[in-house]
């Protein structure tokens, strides 16, 4: 088969009649209100990819999940019915069926691990993560020579390995949420965090490299360039939004040296090795964008309901009435720090909700914004994960460390809030030996946030025990402690 890069996640495979495009993302409007842009750009080439779809007997999209920048809906509904949609069949799809609903095209959902034959030409294998607030799915396509894992966004390092015969791999290799870029850090502390999780974030893509014995790795799924806000996000400057020269340089440094630099359009040829890394936007490259794109955000005239804000958190409250929760910090939701009333408290403990909000709090969750962002979260087609994926609040927290409870109630959607909170809830607590320096430690098998299976996961030289979904650590010779969350996975030194 002969595959294509189109840009951020966007991989087409053909071969005679069959075509498979993966997560193409080619809208002008960007992603996340306007926030998120791809880069390079992309856009020249949708009408490309378009022919190509057009002109194969069996053509067919795949969906890994429903982010904007994986889902395209301009882009599908530019599309002739006869493309065929592919998903895969999460614990809750109601959000992305009802967006892809609209569109007409036929859409199929695939379980966990299937294997689905596209023509007589193409299969694809799916090896999806569904816990929490994170769904999203790996694949595997196969034309019965060569076998491509498209990881992209995927947690699923627990999941792999040698057997899966792999012969070019792609994964997520920047970060892509709003930790710790929207939090009121001061800066040293910032890029300090920004570094570590940069540092676990490479880490993760050569385990997996190294598992897996690829014969080509292609980086894609990220950075996207954000030039409506802070120019450093887009250049990757003290922040988690790094760019190929970064990895190019971890991986080189590490020994590997099997990596293929694609530009949007370019294909993926097996002996074309020494391709150079895209280098990061410059500021002139970030204006070009600025300037011949235009910011949906700003664009936007949502004035706040607080009466539907506050009813749309009592939705949500609803749902988890019956779930016992304790010690955690109030969510105060602010867009007017100078008066007590612009704002609300949530309370998780009590499941209620209140006008204004007590700037003297020992421990609060604090989301600081303009009214139009509170005005978004009020309105129930909306998803809160988008919303504040546009990058437009400023967080302050306080004990400084994660809440998993919090990070479900702001980030779940309405339909699957009660699942989140009880599938990691219900993690389970079957333990397993883990060894380092001559010392075995009997463990929680399963990381606590999202119960990722720690049986084979890395423990560095500082004896930290590294979750391979998320980069956790937890402190083996401290009965298991992770310090940045105040969870544990019951470490204990195992009699020999």
């Known amino acids: 088969m002969r595959i294509f890069f189109y840009g951020h996640n966007c991989f087409l495979f053909k071969k005679g009649p069959t075509l498979l495009v993966i997560d193409p993302w080619f809208s002008k409007n960007g992603a996340f209100y306007g926030s998120w842009f791809q880069y390079p750009n992309n856009h020249y080439l949708k009408e490309k990819v378009i022919q190509e779809l057009v002109k194969h007997k069996n053509s067919y999209i795949f969906i890994s999940h429903e982010h904007q920048d ?72 196969d034309d019965g020579t060569t076998r491509f894992l498209n990881q992209n966004d995927c947690k699923i390092y627990d999941q792999l390995h040698k057997s899966l015969n792999i012969d070019v791999y792609s994964v997520q290799y920047s970060g892509a949420n709003w930790f710790p870029s929207c939090y009121e850090f001061e800066e040293e502390i910032k890029e300090k965090i920004s570094k570590e999780r940069v ?135 602010i867009w007017d720090l100078d008066s007590k009333y612009e704002g609300i408290t949530i309370d998780l403990n009590r499941k209620s909700v209140s006008s204004g909000y007590d700037l003297n709090l020992n421990k609060y969750y604090r989301v600081c914004a303009d009214k139009k962002y509170f005005a978004l979260m009020s309105e129930p087609k909306n998803r809160w994960q988008d919303i504040s994926l546009s990058f437009r609040a400023k967080i302050k927290r306080e004990p400084k460390e994660f809440c998993n409870e919090i990070n479900l109630f702001l980030f779940s959607d309405i339909d699957n809030i009660r699942d989140s909170f009880l599938a990691t809830k219900n993690i389970s607590l079957e333990k397993c030996i883990v060894s380092f320096k001559g010392n075995d430690y009997e463990i929680n098998r399963y990381c606590p946030h999202q119960g990722a299976d720690l049986r084979f996961a890395e423990i560095n030289e500082d004896c930290k025990l590294i979750c391979p979904k998320h980069g956790w650590e937890f402190d083996i010779k401290n009965k298991g402690h992770c310090s940045k969350s105040n969870s544990s996975i019951e470490a204990r030194k195992y009699p020999k």
């Open 70 to 141: 994986h889902l395209d809906l301009d882009f599908i509904n530019s599309l002739v019915k006869k493309v065929k949609i592919i998903v895969p069949k999460y614990r809750d799809n109601l959000h992305m069926m009802s967006l892809l609903s609209s569109t007409k095209h036929e859409v199929i959902e695939l379980d966990n691990y299937s294997n689905y034959k596209i023509g007589n030409e193409l299969s694809m294998e799916l090896m999806i993560s569904d816990i929490g607030v994170d769904h999203d799915c790996a694949v595997i396509v």
């Open 199 to 333: 540092t676990i974030k490479l880490s993760s893509v050569l385990n997996g490299i190294r598992t897996l014995e690829p014969k080509a790795f292609i980086p894609a799924a990220g950075p996207a360039i954000f030039p409506f806000l802070e120019s450093n996000l887009s250049r990757g400057i003290g922040n988690i939004f790094v760019h190929q020269d970064t990895l190019d340089s971890y991986l080189k440094q590490n020994k590997f040296f099997k990596t293929y630099y694609l530009n949007p359009g370019e294909e993926y040829k097996e002996h074309d090795l020494f391709t150079s890394p895209i280098p990061p936007p410059s500021i002139k490259e970030i204006a070009d964008t600025r300037n011949s794109n235009y910011c949906i955000w700003d664009s936007l005239k949502q004035e706040l309901n607080i009466q539907k804000l506050i009813s749309q958190v009592k939705n949500r409250l609803v749902e988890i009435a019956d779930i016992k929760l304790t010690g955690i910090p109030s969510i105060q939701l």
